[in-house]
């Protein structure tokens, strides 16, 4: 049975409960590995002192290396990669055929401060993924050093992006988005590079029959500071991985199922030790940033002198509700006047429909969401549909 196929029957019995929320703090994620990952082994310590773990699965020769979370607030790698070593930990022909293949570590929240906190950064203010050659930030030193130790064949750097990303020329979202980063800045394509894209190429064919359409690359500019560049210029294939938003899944849980399916299908290509070519790397298409969550059409604001029809467009600020430990979506204006190069994740024509203004008389860029217009209510950024 073919990896798709197998996944797509197991998915259901093999995702791990518990994990439905965006918001994933240490804590949680400390007591589900204490009690399904006795054999998890301390790598190091975050600026605030907190754990940060390295697991491994399989026996085999090729060695993969992922972590997740370089980036706090991004957690559906990290909810995916649970379900990755539980499919693995299936007892069939497949895995225990790839487990004899290649030994897959994982480094489970690398900035385990930011994730508690819901932060991009780590708890000192530190983007890790700009702090390769700095080393400002404990956890940049943990994860270099678990690499020199550990000399993987391929390394996955887990990210999550916004909801502005859509397929270039297209209306989808860019459900998930991928990228073998530039070495240098004339972006050669070295042969750690090569095998990067050979493995993107093999994801891109197989996650097209499930979601065609859904699926990017991320521009290939070279960061002198990121994690990607710097590993690939030091001579290790690795693979960006950036799970974006899927309709009406705010949560990322469709997308966790896809993501993870991207990661066993870039571990089977590996394990296959085939000739590296680039295939229709170069043709998958490139982000673009056309979306905003919402875009009210054709909005008729007014004043004592004038009148415009216009476009409103809203973006979700994600917020740390502390004692309800969960996310909130605050409701932010983003964009007002001709959205038309624009799509919304909700996106309704109002037909002249008056702006009401509760907190201020028009809208204003970067205000919360306070108005009406026709059956669309804001409260104070919180949305009421």
Same mark, same amino acid.
């Given at each position: ?5 197998? %996944? ?7 995702? *791990? ?18 009690? #399904? ?28 290396? /992922? ?16 379900? *990755? %070593? ?21 480094? +489970? ?17 530190? &983007?890790? #993924? ?36 859509? *397929? ?9 988005? %991928? $990228?073998?980063?530039?070495? &240098? ?22 996650? #097209? ?12 500019? %070279? ?10 210029? /030091?001579?290790? +294939? ?9 309709? #009406? ?26 000739? /590296? ?10 982000? &673009?940033?056309?979306? $905003? ?22 973006? @979700? ?6 004692? /309800? ?21 909700? &996106? ?7 702006? $009401? ?13 306070? @108005? ?14």
């Amino acid at each position: 049975m073919r990896l798709i196929d197998l %996944f797509g029957k197991e998915y259901e019995r093999i995702r *791990v409960e518990g994990f439905g929320s965006k918001y994933l703090p240490f804590m949680k994620l400390k007591n589900y590995l204490d009690e #399904n990952f006795p054999e998890k082994i301390l790598i190091g310590k975050s600026f605030l002192g907190n754990d940060i773990y390295g697991l491994k699965i399989g026996t085999g020769k090729t060695k993969i290396m /992922a972590w997740s979370q370089m980036h706090g607030n991004e957690t559906t790698g990290t909810r995916c990669m649970l379900d *990755v %070593f539980s499919f693995l930990n299936l007892n069939n022909e497949w895995t225990e055929k790839l487990l004899k293949s290649v030994s897959f570590y994982f480094i +489970p929240m690398l900035n385990p401060d930011g994730s508690t906190l819901y932060t991009r950064r780590n708890a000192a203010g530190i &983007d890790l #993924n700009r702090d390769f050659l700095q080393e400002a930030s404990p956890e940049i030193k943990v994860l270099k050093s678990f690499v020199n130790k550990i000399k993987p064949d391929f390394l996955f750097n887990l990210h999550d992006q916004r909801t502005i990303f859509n *397929v270039g020329g297209t209306n989808k979202p860019a459900t998930l988005s %991928f $990228l073998a980063p530039s070495p &240098d800045i004339s972006r050669t394509e070295t042969e750690p590079r090569i095998k990067a894209m050979t493995v993107i190429n093999h994801i891109y064919k197989g996650l #097209n029959e499930i979601i065609p359409g859904y699926l990017a690359r991320f521009t290939d500019e %070279f960061y002198s500071t990121s994690t990607g560049d710097n590993f690939m210029n /030091a001579g290790y +294939p690795i693979i960006l991985f950036e799970a974006g938003h899927y309709p #009406n899944d705010y949560q990322r849980n469709k997308v966790r199922k896809f993501h993870a399916l991207a990661i066993l299908l870039a571990v089977e290509k590996i394990s296959l030790e085939e000739t /590296a070519e680039v295939g229709e790397y170069h043709q998958i298409p490139i982000n &673009d940033k056309k979306f $905003l969550d919402i875009v009210l059409r054709n909005v008729l604001v007014n004043s004592n002198e004038a009148e415009s029809l216009l476009d409103i467009g809203i973006y @979700f600020e994600e917020l740390l509700d502390v004692e /309800a430990q969960e996310i909130i979506y605050c409701s932010r204006i983003e964009e007002i006047g001709d959205l038309s190069g624009f799509y919304g994740h909700l &996106d309704i024509d109002k037909k002249g429909k008056i702006y $009401l203004g509760k907190s201020s008389i028009f809208p204003k860029i970067g205000e919360k969401a306070d @108005f009406s217009v026709g059956n669309i209510h804001f409260e104070k950024g919180k949305f009421k549909d």
